[in-house]
């Protein structure tokens, strides 16, 4: 039986380490699987909470609760910090994080080439190493396929076989089927490297060719990538873009939006919204600066990068705005937040703009509480959700993620006070009916101001 090692048990590496365990054929498992996670207090915990059959993250998804329970219970999921367990592997799939620095403004690589480093210094001949993390356009082929060939060579490991591969996983209800039904885009430094990665794939997902796109060069796999997220950060400022004009003119973006849409080859227009957040958008774009560093190619990519530099304005900008319209009367406030992830259906909070939002009233004074049917512990203010009875008592409601289970969510306001709703979570009818109550003041993203 051949052996999976997986290094880095994040939300990629997590969902790898279970479908890889679950791989079967004819009632048959296929692989011995093990995830590797970093001798650090953060790896420690996973490790040791994937050893006592939990799963380390908060995952919102039955099907995958259901899929990794039932592996766990059997001991077929695994993790460890011993880093010789690479030395066992056949395939290692690399699910660790590069950063970007934002302080330094430049993509954490060294840091990253340890993670390889660390592989090249004990893997056997043959094996093969498929690359999962989101990478500068370069870096499978000419620092870590280099960097492989070096150190293997000098343990006299002949051969090795590597393949950029990227994920598209989505955290939150879709976290099975975003990883199980997608489509597998692999570019191998070599034919033999891309052949075998189809192989394993598709005895994982079980997939059928057409579900996977070979590309001739890793370079072409990470440059899909960086070029998907960049789309769409790049969408999502344009927007932005104009709405701050619709907003200082008074207009109705959103009636806008929605007209443009009728033209068929524009109907995927974005909204507007509070922020961009996660772990994907917000760096992506940046990975470009490090295009120079890779391949030594001298290119500025302008949209991308600004695309960023706009986009993480964005909920200052919407701040400021609320905070001109309304003046004094968001000082001091009791605030309720409802939602806190970064996005609708998931408990990820990674640079959730929640955060900028919870920071720009904490610094007028205000009392902050959230609402999250689906984060129920929120690292950033270190507090617990408020219970859903207790939703009355706020001067100021800020409606942030469009979660499911907010849709017929209803709150008893208290009279006087100012309910925003800054991603678009209220439906039409209870817009109208808060902005046509004297009691309350209210502002709606994209609205014009009634
Ligand atoms: N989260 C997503 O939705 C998503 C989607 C597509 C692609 N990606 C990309 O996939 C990669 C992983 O993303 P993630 O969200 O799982 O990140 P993450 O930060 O949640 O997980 C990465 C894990 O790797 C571990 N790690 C770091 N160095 C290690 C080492 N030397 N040995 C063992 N473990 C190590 C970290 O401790 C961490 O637990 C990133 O490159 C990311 O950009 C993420």
Known sequence: MKKIVIQGLGYVGLAMLTFCAGAKRKDKYLYKVIGVEKNSPKGSKIVQKINSNQIPILVDDKNFKNFYNKLSKKKRIKATLDKNEYSK??????????????????????????????????IKK???????????????????????????????????????SFERITPGRDYYSSM?????????????????????????????????????SPTESETCKIIEN??????????????????????DLEKILDTIRQRK??????????????YCLTKDP????????????????????????????????????????FKKKIYCKKVLLIGVSYKEDTNDTRFSPAEKVYNFLKSRDCKLSFYDPIVNYWEYSKGFSVDKKNLKNY?????????????????????????????????EKKKLNISRNKNYKSYFIGSRIS
């Not at 890779?294 to 304005?313: C, E, M, Q, R």
């Open 126 to 164: 043959n094996c093969l190493i498929v690359i999962q993390s989101t990478l500068p356009p370069g870096t499978t082929e000419k620092v870590l396929k280099p960097l492989l060939k070096k150190n293997l060579i000098k343990r006299g490991v002949k051969n090795f076989f590597l393949s950029h």
């Open 395 to 427: 001067d100021i409601y800020i409606y942030l993620v469009r979660h499911q289970s907010l849709k017929n969510l209803y709150i008893k306001y208290k009279k006087g006070s100012i309910i925003l709703d800054l991603n678009h979570v209220l439906n």
């Open 286 to 325: 940046l990975f470009t600066s490090a295009i120079n560093q890779v391949l030594g190619y001298n290119s500025k990519f302008p949209l991308s990068t600004n695309a960023v530099v706009i986009n993480n304005k964005m909920t200052s900008n919407v701040m400021s705005e609320i905070e001109n319209r």
């Open 180 to 216: 199980k039904n997608v489509e597998r885009v692999i570019g191998g430094v070599d034919k033999k490297s891309t052949e075998l990665t189809k192989k394993i794939f598709k005895s994982i997902f079980d997939l059928r060719s057409n579900k996977i796109i070979s590309f001739k």
């Open 89 to 122: 592997a056949d395939i290692v799939f690399v699910c660790s994080n590069c950063d970007f620095n934002f302080n330094k403004k430049k993509v954490e690589l060294k840091s990253y080439i340890n993670n390889i480093i660390q592989i090249s210094k004990v």
């Open 230 to 251: 960049s789309y769409r950060a790049t969408n999502i400022a344009f927007i932005e873009e104009w709405r701050k004009f619709c907003f200082e003119n008074n207009l």
């Open 265 to 278: 080859t524009h109907n995927n227009i974005m909204r507007s919204g509070i922020g961009v957040g996660g």
